[in-house]
């Protein structure tokens, strides 16, 4: 049966998925709270995980099918039977918890390739997609903002992924993408904004302004590719996000 507490949950199937030599990462409120103090302790930043998401870099969707039925877990069969290529949905009866599985790659409002570096972490993705995934938000509600808050007042930016943003791996995927680029610039805005709302320590706000302003720096003198400056030419004129509908059981 699946565990009460979701993130003893989530590591127990992180761990089940390796034995069956199958590679799940978390990512999402979960994988922030796995790496950052701060939200699980931090009175501003603390905020309830109902769901549980995953990414795998393989399409082994009948193998993933598998585990998760042995899990306990029930298929949400009709998205899965159309989406099972890249997207998986299962639901924790017991516990009434959803279970999101992106296969191959991450797709909500931009695309950000989140397979390709997973064996730099465990058992989450590295951090810099991590936050990536966050900032990818082109609505940002309070929790994706207070995560942002919590990954940056708890991390460095640098060059490595050793508990720390590469902000290189960012410049390289935000320079090739407009897209990405302009809503990641959009949502540094808005946590920016939040930063003087909410009741902190004035270190933890100059640290939060501090990272928040290097990588705003950072991405807006990074080195952006032909394809980058041929969308910059069309700017705002057309819609450059997604606004992916929300799936949810029942």
């Given at each position: ?64 099918e598998k585990l998760f039925g042995e899990l306990d877990y029930a298929p949400n069969k ?173």
């Amino acid at each position: 049966m699946p565990l009460q507490n979701i993130q003893d949950e989530a590591l127990r199937i992180v761990q089940t998925a390796q034995q069956q030599g199958i590679t799940l990462r978390l990512l999402g409120g979960l994988a922030v709270r796995l790496h950052s103090e701060s939200a699980a302790k931090h009175r501003s930043l603390v905020r309830p995980y109902p769901d549980i998401d995953f990414a795998t870099p393989n399409k082994q969707a009948s193998k993933i099918e598998k585990l998760f039925g042995e899990l306990d877990y029930a298929p949400n069969k009709n998205f899965n039977l159309f989406n099972g290529d890249i997207r998986l949905m299962f639901f924790d009866e017991a516990n009434q918890r959803q279970i999101d599985i992106f296969i191959a790659q991450f797709v909500m409002c931009h695309k950000v390739p989140i397979t390709e570096r997973m064996n730099l972490d465990s058992p989450t993705i590295p951090l810099a997609e991590l936050i990536l995934t966050k900032l990818q938000i082109f609505e940002m509600n309070e929790k994706d903002i207070r995560d942002v808050c919590a990954l940056l007042l708890d991390h460095p930016l640098g060059e490595n992924d050793v508990e720390t943003i590469n902000v290189t791996r960012i410049m390289q995927l935000t320079g090739d993408d407009w897209g990405l680029w302009k809503t990641s610039m959009l949502s540094i805005a808005k946590v920016k904004r939040y930063v003087q709302t909410v009741e902190m320590d004035s270190a933890e706000h100059e640290t939060l302004r501090a990272r928040l302003g290097g990588l705003e720096a950072a991405m807006q003198n990074s080195p952006k590719s032909m394809k980058w400056k041929m969308r910059d030419r069309v700017g705002e004129k057309v819609k450059w996000y997604e606004l992916p509908e929300e799936v949810r059981r029942g």
